[in-house]
């Protein structure tokens, strides 16, 4: 693969291929070959828990195109359906498998979200052979490269997975260390990897496991009850994964402290009023925010004093583009309102309704 | 059908119902909803239009670099990558560009990201093309494509002695369509007429240089270089087939707002416009070419040159089906729909460039304020 990859990414033939490049030939052979896309194809769904009324988990494994440069574990990467032929729309998960290489096959976990389009999509309908397109890995919560001898991790709800990914390097590892290792679940049987877990409790190689489940009466997070199972925690490298409040709680156990590296998914920001005007717009480039007045982005970002780039302001033109990062924006030619994050959107014919952030 | 419409040389009051007849509100709201209408559509068929074209493109392109070993196929090389070419121009860069296929989330069909195989950097040509040209279409002083600042294509544009050469310079535009495009954001008639400084355009030099770099390099000197020997014939292919491509895309894209009956609307008269308005002037700025469907497809449906400016944004395999809709729509408020084959089309415009390049003589412009009996009136009747 080295020599056609050289080949294939050499300065001739983005030449020959120019303006289009190389990807875009490849593609229309086999969605398989790219020589700097990466793109995957789906080989294995399989289903990690299933409680009736409750969204169900699957662990997807991915056969990357030779594009893909492998992860560290904990790293996320952006992963793109196309819904019925047509739309592709992105989001994140986190790599569950241990680190992988240069091309390696490896997994994601997640839980069906009931308003999440594409974890519903990859969980209740994807099958064998599907393609999805793929970012390289990315992110910073990651293990050094020499783990250090005590490790500490803290997830909860589906922020196991990157940790458990860790926890699985650490083991191909050989890590001879000591590792301790806390999650929350809802309940027993919201558990994810259960059967894996409690083989790495009883295998024992100096990992201790505590499953707890607070709504069973195990208790919850606190400094007090963290000092009890890790006397000196503060200073263990911690990795703490999981919903807002999870984190929020071992933020104020750590009370600054150098050694907690977190990771947490963002809460949803307010949805609006009737008339939209409520709220807050926020310009994340620049960082400036204020008050939604309810006019077009294009007129918001201006009274903040940016000066984004626009055309027609008419909505023809498309010179306006920006991508919008949170909230819901309504057309204001058509009245048609888009939640999608990540959505690039025509700031001149967009009016916020209720929060909304856009890379300006 | 009693809409009449009006020769080259009148403004657009006289042509089919003047603007205070026209309730244009009601006019624009009709059009918005077709707008909403297919928006709200669009899906799988039109992203598995879109892919079987550019994977039709990329075929076309793909044997045409190949059959050039071949030299016995050299002019089925030259018709192979002609059509790339064209294809790749109009049907996908040009409509891509317009942000029609944003909406599928495929970067290699994103305005923002596509780049087309012609001399024009896609950034610039955005910038002149989506939002000066379909913004102020045919609004005399702001709309750059009225003549290119090389051409006299309205007789508001006042004669000298230079539009003499109008037919020739026409001629050399159409050989070297590709690089007037590409030129057309530097200005260089604003220039020459120090409009405008040649340091002014410096932020438009470097992706200029680059593009034209990289096309040259590959039609010009790496292709040919791969076929050894026949370095010559494959050169001359090559080039042969980009002079084929700009001589097809010159002649639609002006059948798309020069035939006759097409209008003209000062800036006075757009100020301050209403979205009906701006319906009306798109509608009444440009003119379709009737055609077979692959006829349709090789304008990159820029046939549907009305419903393009209408609707810049919506996928052009789409005009055809609502060109029905807008057709019936004029009708009824009695505004003209310019509409003709080919062949009628290109000769009314070669008749303009040619009528234009002499000064105006009185009778003409007595006739202005007359509606005349023009040849689009009986297409209209159809």
Redesign the interface.
């Given at each position: 693969m080295s020599i056609t990859g050289t080949l294939l990414r050499s300065r001739a033939l983005a030449a020959l291929t120019s303006p289009h490049g190389v990807d875009r030939y490849l593609e229309q052979v086999n969605p398989m070959w790219a020589a700097h896309e990466v793109r995957a194809r789906i080989v294995d769904v399989h289903r990690e828990v299933d409680v009736p009324g409750h969204p169900p988990v699957a662990t997807i494994t991915l056969q990357p195109t030779s594009t893909w440069r492998g992860h560290r574990a904990g790293q996320h990467v952006q992963l793109g359906v196309e819904f019925d032929g047509a739309r592709r729309t992105t989001r994140v998960f986190t790599v569950s498998s241990p680190d992988s290489r240069h091309g390696d096959r490896f997994t994601i976990t997640l839980r069906a979200n009931p308003e999440g389009v594409v974890s519903r999509y990859l969980v209740e309908r994807a099958t064998p052979g599907t393609m999805v397109h793929l970012s390289q890995a990315q992110g910073e919560f990651v293990l050094p490269d020499h783990v250090p001898d005590h490790v500490l991790f803290i997830s909860g709800g589906s922020g196991i997975t990157p940790v458990m990914s860790m926890l699985r390097s650490l083991q191909r590892r050989t890590h001879r260390g000591r590792v301790t290792f806390v999650h929350y679940a809802q309940s027993p049987d919201h558990q994810i990897f259960a059967a894996e877990l409690e083989e790495i409790r009883r295998s024992g190689h100096g990992i201790d496991v505590h499953l707890l489940h607070p709504e069973l009466g195990d208790p919850a997070l606190s400094p007090a009850w963290l000092g009890r199972l890790v006397p000196g925690y503060r200073d263990v490298p911690t990795w703490a994964c999981g919903p807002a409040p999870l984190i929020e709680a071992v933020q104020a156990a750590y009370d600054g402290s150098e050694a907690l590296r977190v990771e947490y998914f963002k809460p949803p920001r307010v949805r609006a009023s009737e008339d939209g005007s409520t709220g807050e717009v926020a310009f994340s480039r620049s960082g400036k925010a204020a008050p939604n007045t309810g006019a077009s982005l294009l007129e918001q970002a201006e009274a903040l004093g940016l000066r984004p780039e626009f055309g027609c302001r008419m909505g023809i033109c498309f010179s306006c583009t920006s991508r919008k990062t949170e909230g819901t924006v309504r057309n204001v030619l058509t009245g048609e309102e888009s939640s999608l994050p990540d959505e690039d959107i025509r700031i001149c014919v967009s009016a916020p309704v209720g929060d909304c952030a856009v890379a300006l | 059908m009693t809409t009449q419409t009006t020769s080259t040389d009148t403004t657009h009051q006289v042509s089919a119902g003047s603007t205070s007849e026209i309730d244009l509100d009601a006019f624009g709201a009709e059009l918005?909803a077709i707008?909403?209408r297919v928006?709200?559509d669009?899906?799988?068929e039109?992203?598995?239009y879109i892919r079987t074209v550019?994977?039709t493109q990329?075929?076309f392109e793909?044997a045409g670099r190949a059959l050039f070993y071949l030299p016995p196929a050299w002019p089925l090389a030259v018709a192979a990558l002609s059509v790339s070419k064209i294809l790749d121009n109009m049907e996908i860069g040009h409509n891509v560009m317009?942000?029609q296929y944003?909406?599928?989330?495929?970067p290699?069909l994103?305005?923002?990201m596509y780049?087309?195989?012609t001399m024009c950097p896609s950034e610039q040509w955005?910038?002149s093309h989506?939002?000066i040209h379909?913004?102020y279409t045919n609004i005399l002083g702001k709309d750059r494509d009225i003549g290119y600042g090389i051409l006299r294509m309205d007789e508001d544009q006042e004669w000298r002695p230079y539009y003499l050469g109008n037919p020739l310079y026409a001629t050399l535009l159409m050989l070297g369509f590709e690089w007037g495009v590409a030129l057309h954001d530097l200005e260089f008639d604003r220039i020459m007429a120090g409009e405008k400084t040649w340091a002014e355009t410096k932020h438009l030099h470097r992706g200029l240089l680059r593009?034209i770099r990289?096309?040259t390099?590959?039609d010009y000197v790496?292709?040919p270089a791969?076929t050894g020997p026949l370095f010559p014939a494959t050169l001359a292919g090559n080039a042969l087939a980009n002079l084929i491509r700009n001589i097809w895309t010159f002649n639609i894209i002006f059948c798309g707002h020069f035939p006759a009956g097409v209008s003209t609307f000062s800036q006075e008269e757009c100020e301050d416009e209403s979205?009906g308005h701006?319906y009306y002037r798109q509608l009444l700025g440009s003119a379709n070419i009737t055609g077979s469907k692959l006829f349709h497809v090789m304008t990159g449906n820029l046939s549907h040159q009305i419903e393009h400016h209408l609707f810049?944004?919506i996928p052009a395999r789409r005009y055809p089906e609502i060109a029905v809709e807008v057709r019936e729509i004029c009708e009824r408020y009695g505004i003209a729909y310019n509409s003709g084959p080919l062949g009628r089309q290109l000769g009314s415009v070669a008749r303009k460039i040619c009528r234009l390049a002499l000064p105006d003589r009185l009778g003409r412009r007595a006739a202005r304020s007359r509606p005349s009996e023009d040849v689009v009136g009986s297409s209209l009747a159809a």
């Open positions: - | 918005d707008r909403q928006i709200a669009l899906g799988e039109d992203a598995a550019v994977k990329r075929g793909v317009h942000g944003d909406w599928m989330g495929d290699g994103n305005s923002r780049e087309w195989d955005k910038f989506n939002y379909h913004t593009k990289n096309q390099l590959k790496l292709f791969l979205r701006w810049p944004d």
